[in-house]
């Protein structure tokens, strides 16, 4: 089992930064890639970028890229979420998730996911 623990969000005004983090622990060695997804209030739940370990290739969603960076620092278990010039429309709960299979699409789909996290809360005032 593996387990995700996100942190890092918080309320900006528009144009800020927020760095979230996602610790993985557990049996790990299977995870293909990580990713971050995104609900919007009313909203589903959309993949915003994502992170393949073994290669190091990033993907993002056309509404972040240039603005949102993913990265993975293997020695931690880690997946960072660097968002900058944040709008608005970015706010949402943020989830950190793995899958074990390829996917398609820039970005993984929630049926792509294999484990979430809890969520963690990021509000963009304008």
């Known amino acids: 089992q593996v387990r995700l623990v996100e942190s890092g969000g918080g309320a900006v005004q528009a144009g800020g930064s927020l760095r979230l983090s996602c610790v993985a622990s557990?049996?790990?060695?299977?995870?293909?890639?990580m990713a971050w997804f995104r609900q919007a209030p009313g909203k589903e739940r959309d993949g915003v970028a994502s992170?393949?370990?073994?290669?190091?290739?990033?993907f993002y969603a056309n509404s972040v890229k240039g603005r949102f960076s993913i990265s993975h620092d293997a020695a931690k278990s880690t997946v960072y979420l660097q968002m900058n010039n944040l709008q608005p429309e970015d706010t949402g709960i943020y989830y950190c998730?793995?899958?074990?299979?390829?996917?398609?699409?820039?970005?993984?789909?929630?049926?792509?996911?294999?484990?979430w996290g809890q969520g963690t809360q990021v509000t963009v005032s304008s």
């Open positions: 998730a793995d899958g074990r299979h390829y996917y398609l699409g820039p970005v993984p789909r929630e049926s792509d996911v294999t484990h």
């Open positions: 557990g049996y790990t060695s299977d995870i293909s890639w």
């Open positions: 992170v393949f370990i073994g290669g190091g290739s990033t």
